[in-house]
């Protein structure tokens, strides 16, 4: 049977209840270490920034290493200042019983690859109305790595950039509306060998991957292990085949073409103009939209079905911001785990897995940026100034988390 899902309205908005959100912020930090397996740290002048600008508009931009913890990191942290927040959360997350309480935290929904117009304007509504907190992650999604931010996206910026021309347009004093970067960083708190020594074997017995004779390291079996699934992937796709020798080629340029080429398929059977200058999460978004869209019609027996385009798009976003190196530049636990996880997502179709152990959630604030002074540049030029400013966020997200990696 193909993959189906349940029927969603095109927008979900947010249904703040502050008394509901209060009352579980209070058991917060509870959940968080019985579900999620974690606690969460800040450092307390972050915490007194933070409430100094409590009275303030605040666009919070954290990255976003893993797919549910953060959102309980971040939920942590307003349960700490006492403050409800609102979040902008992808369009699928709404089903059921868990989009019905996450609208009552406060959460609204965006179609990702769209031009969601519904979602862009509540967003404008919220950052107008005084003291909001809006949170949004600006990778596009969830990078499942640990140490080393995605870009971020323009949009979150230049949205709050609409809402304060809105205030200028209209007359009206133009308030401060802060733009802050948050770090979120995971640190195992226990010996993590066997664990990975265990997910190794798993996977090494899954994929009939043989022994080496000799002893060989942790690195060298990730590696054996990284070969197979490459090696799978490009025979499925028989670019095993294509004249220039895999040898002479880097594994960067392999998972860049295996990419590329899975993602061109896609489009081409569903009719989707190629944009190359677009990130290829915003294009793998695209390609799950026009696959709902054209479910019914899709033929059963080509070799690129409904269910093949829905699994090689999850692979896509699976593994977007792979890459070759990321464990040999830092051998610890965190990347090893952030890679062997991918491994095992995709081996046993694992699309929420379960933390492998506890881990201190180390949360940092970088320097708030008040948009308001920015205003006559963006009125200049829009793109280039909602994109320096982004850049910057970015930047400062990335460098106190290689700050939180030295430091611990």
Known sequence: MPYTQPTLQDFYPPQLNPRLVHFVQRFASLYGLLQSRMTVEIDPSDLKLLRQLRRDRLLLMP????YYDDWVAVFILSARLQKPFHYLAAHERFRGLEGHFIQRMGAYSIRRGLGDRPSVAMTRDLLMQPECHLVIFSEGGCSYQNDT????????????????????RRGETVPDLYAVPLSIKYRYTRDMVPIIDQTLKRLETSLNVTPSSSPATFYERLRRVAEVFLSDFERTFRLDSETEPLAQQSWNERIIRLRSHMLTQCEQKLGIVPLPHKPLRERV????YALEDQAETLAKDDFLTYDSMHQMASTLLNFDAIYDGYVAESPTPERFLDTLIRLERHAFKINYPTPKAHRKVLLKVGKPINLKDHLEAYLGDRATTAQRLTHEIQSNVQANLDALTASH
């Open 63 to 66: 990255n976003h290493p893993t």
């Open 149 to 168: 931010v995605t870009p971020f996206r323009a949009g979150a910026v230049q949205v709050a950039m609409q809402a304060l021309t809105k205030f200028e």
């Open 285 to 288: 978004y695209a390609v799950q």
